[in-house]
């Protein structure tokens, strides 16, 4: 069984420094956010199914390459969506769900308050964008819901990642790639990532 994957990236170490830094304001953090995200995206599409196709360049016929199926985001939000803010440098033809989802700040169980899904969701590649698995209750209702609508294919890209989270997560989907840029040492007593880069949606939106 593949655990996870933890980016090793220059790019993405920069990114995350700006992230953890307590001194960078809001417009830098969400830009940093967008670009990392990229980054991770990148990883997270690596080894997603293409099937050959015959084009005509301008010169002879090739044989290229294109994705087998749809890609489908979904950002939790409200943070995941600072993580895809970007993604129309890269992949501009994925479609968008959205998962509105707050964790209660005393039980630290996520709380759903919104879901725009498309219908079919076995025909996508599905991908969960979060920066943030903290205690891995998001991610995982976020999974179960989306397995629940028919998802065969789901992978999760998270900015920063607790042990705890991880543990989490593989518990209820064992195979499911998780894709990071960095698993943190622990939670505090909040259910908030150490070092981590504080409240990442407070950050990002500015509120
Ligand atoms: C944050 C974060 C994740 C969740 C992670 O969202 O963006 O969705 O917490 O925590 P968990 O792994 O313990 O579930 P938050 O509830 O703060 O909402 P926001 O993005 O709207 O700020
Ligand atoms: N949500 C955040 O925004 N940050 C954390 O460290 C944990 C949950």
Excluded at 12 to 29: G, K, M, P, V
Excluded at 170 to 192: H, Q
Aim: hydrophobic share 40%.
């Amino acid at each position: 069984m593949k655990k996870w994957t933890v980016i090793d990236h220059p790019v993405a170490h920069a990114r995350l420094a700006t992230l953890r830094d307590d001194n960078t304001q809001t417009e830098d953090f969400r830009r940093a956010l967008g670009q990392l995200g990229l980054i991770l995206l990148q990883e997270a599409t690596r080894d997603i199914e293409t099937k050959a196709r015959s084009v005509r360049t301008p010169l002879a016929p090739a044989t290229a390459k294109v994705l087998s199926r749809e890609i489908l985001l979904v950002p939790i939000l409200r943070a995941g969506q600072g993580l895809i803010s970007l993604v129309d440098q890269f992949l501009p033809e994925a479609c968008i769900g959205y998962l509105g989802m707050a964790r209660n700040e005393q039980s630290l169980q996520p709380e759903s308050y919104l879901e725009k899904l498309p219908l079919r969701l076995g025909r996508y590649e599905v991908i969960v964008c979060d920066p943030m698995l903290a205690t891995g209750g998001s991610a995982i209702a976020a999974g179960k819901r989306l397995k629940q609508l028919g998802a065969k294919r789901i992978r999760f890209v998270h900015a920063l990642a607790s042990p705890e989270g991880i543990k989490a997560l593989r518990k209820v989907f064992p195979k499911e790639p998780i894709i990071t840029a960095s698993v943190d040492d622990c939670l505090n007593d909040k259910g908030y990532i150490l070092p981590g880069l504080g409240d990442a949606g407070d950050r990002c939106f500015g509120c």
